[in-house]
């Protein structure tokens, strides 16, 4: 398959993940995710394992993504659940070794919270799925680094772009890339009739305040 520039994968990655249904719009009829806040997008990126030329894509986007900002990685890991299987498709494209990291350690065996060998000083790029709060994500790049191995950056398929995440990341000195995001998401469902350009503004309102979304 034909891999789009850095540049346009925002709205190519978006769109294939409308097209597979691993994002739904429901801007005047809003879901309600586990913490009770009323959302116009769910988001379910697990769905791209099953389609190999979207799940290509994103490969190919992480590892293009990795060459240009961390040439110098050593080895790439999977934040649990939705990061692994997405972290083993690039090491194998980058010739890296892979690692994945648990929500805390394991209560039995050798309590691993990470999996995977590595050594001290390691040079890692972190993969995830979905950048909502970002807290689940940081806490395993700040597992990592508490590990002894360098972190340069958490790469994920996709970002809601909320303020206060960027904020939390930038706080702890951890850089962030995403291949697509809530601003190509909209371009890309009006582009191909999801949604209408008058919903365009109640979407755009959702990312500004989520909280009082729908109230």
């Given at each position: 398959?034909?891999?789009?520039?850095?540049?346009?994968?925002?709205r190519?990655?978006?769109?294939?993940?409308?097209?597979?249904?691993?994002?739904?719009?429901?801007?005047?009829?809003?879901?309600?995710?586990?913490?009770?806040?009323?959302?116009?997008?769910?988001?379910?990126?697990?769905?791209?394992?099953?389609?190999?030329?979207?799940?290509?894509?994103?490969?190919?986007?992480?590892?293009?993504?990795?060459?240009?900002?961390?040439?110098?990685?050593?080895?790439?890991a999977?934040?649990?659940?939705?990061?692994?299987p997405?972290?083993?498709?690039?090491?194998?494209?980058?010739?890296?070794?892979?690692?994945?990291?648990?929500?805390?350690?394991?209560g039995?065996?050798?309590?691993?919270?990470?999996?995977?060998?590595?050594?001290?000083?390691?040079?890692?790029?972190?993969?995830?799925?979905?950048?909502?709060?970002?807290?689940?994500?940081?806490?395993?790049?700040?597992?990592?680094?508490?590990?002894?191995?360098?972190?340069?950056?958490?790469?994920?398929?996709?970002?809601?772009?909320?303020?206060?995440?960027?904020?939390?990341?930038?706080?702890?000195?951890?850089?962030?890339?995403?291949?697509?995001?809530?601003?190509?998401?909209?371009?890309?469902?009006?582009?191909?009739?999801?949604?209408?350009?008058?919903?365009?503004?109640?979407?755009?309102?959702?990312?500004?305040?989520?909280?009082?979304?729908?109230?």
């Amino acid at each position: 398959m034909s891999i789009p520039a850095l540049e346009q994968l925002p709205r190519e990655i978006a769109a294939g993940l409308l097209k597979i249904g691993a994002v739904a719009l429901r801007p005047n009829e809003p879901f309600t995710w586990t913490s009770g806040l009323k959302s116009p997008i769910y988001c379910d990126n697990r769905l791209t394992m099953s389609y190999p030329e979207i799940r290509e894509l994103i490969a190919e986007g992480f590892a293009a993504v990795i060459r240009e900002r961390h040439p110098d990685c050593e080895a790439v890991a999977g934040i649990a659940t939705g990061g692994i299987p997405h972290a083993a498709w690039v090491a194998q494209k980058l010739n890296l070794p892979m690692l994945y990291v648990r929500d805390k350690a394991k209560g039995h065996g050798k309590t691993n919270q990470i999996e995977g060998h590595f050594k001290e000083g390691q040079k890692v790029v972190l993969i995830e799925d979905l950048i909502s709060t970002g807290g689940s994500s940081l806490k395993a790049a700040v597992a990592v680094r508490e590990a002894g191995c360098v972190v340069q950056g958490v790469v994920a398929i996709f970002t809601y772009q909320f303020p206060h995440a960027a904020a939390a990341f930038a706080e702890e000195h951890i850089p962030l890339d995403t291949l697509s995001n809530y601003t190509a998401l909209i371009e890309a469902a009006v582009e191909n009739g999801v949604v209408q350009s008058e919903d365009v503004a109640l979407l755009q309102s959702w990312r500004e305040n989520p909280q009082s979304f729908g109230v």
